[in-house]
């Protein structure tokens, strides 16, 4: 189902905390926050409230780091 807020959407909690943590592997600045939307029921990524506490577990700060290096890697070969 579309959103009426034009936001993407995600259908279960593990999808939307998978993109949340992309969000920050891809960008610098990535989504603080996930919340379950009164529209569409499903979940969208937000960049206000506070930060989710996933983003401050030391195994996914990891995989961050180590996914952003193999991005630049990536990068450097292209
Ligand atoms: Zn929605």
């Known amino acids: ?8 959407s995600y259908y279960s909690e593990s999808e939307v905390q998978e993109a949340l943590i992309r ?6 600045q990535g ?9 569409c029921g499903e979940y969208h ?3 206000q409230g506070e930060i989710n506490s996933i983003l401050n577990d030391p195994e996914v700060k990891q995989r ?3 996914e952003q290096q193999e991005q630049e ?6």
């Open 1 to 8: 189902m579309r959103c009426p807020t034009g936001k993407n």
């Open 23 to 28: 969000s920050h592997i891809r960008f610098l």
């Open 31 to 39: 989504a603080k926050n996930y919340y379950q939307c009164h529209d």
């Open 64 to 66: 961050i780091k180590r």
């Open 45 to 47: 990524l937000t960049s």
């Open 73 to 78: 890697w990536t990068g450097r070969i292209r």
